[in-house]
Nanobody, 119 residues
């Protein structure tokens, strides 16, 4: 199973950016998909996650600014980021809890994509 993230880049404060992450490989189903981020000198933190049924969960720092969504048919998760500020600068990683068999479930990570917000 592989997760391929895309999007990210450089944006000015107050701007918007979108990320996407597609899972591929031997996938039976995907339970939870989400995004983490790691800023320089800080620990990796959960940004947002979404269940297979579409129920989202957000970190307090991104509520009302970020929106997570997914397309189950495409095994893809999206993150729309609005009103970005310098504190959002980080490497963003997608993650997925993938069921590859009846009794097999593992967590997978994407390669990370850099989001830089200039003030």
């Amino acid at each position: 199973v592989q997760l391929q993230a895309s999007g990210g880049g450089l944006v000015q404060a107050g701007g918007s950016l979108s990320l996407s992450c597609a899972a591929s490989g031997s996938i039976s189903s995907i339970d939870v998909m989400g995004w983490y981020r790691q800023a320089p000198g800080k620990q990796r933190e959960l940004v947002a996650a979404i269940t297979s049924g579409g129920r989202p969960n957000y970190a307090d720092s991104v509520k009302e600014r970020f929106t997570i969504s997914r397309d189950n048919a495409k095994n893809t998760v999206y993150l729309q980021m609005n009103s970005l500020n310098a504190e959002d600068t980080a490497v963003y990683y997608c993650a997925a809890r993938v069921r590859t068999g009846l009794f097999t479930k593992n967590d997978y990570w994407g390669q990370g994509t850099l989001v830089t917000v200039s003030s």
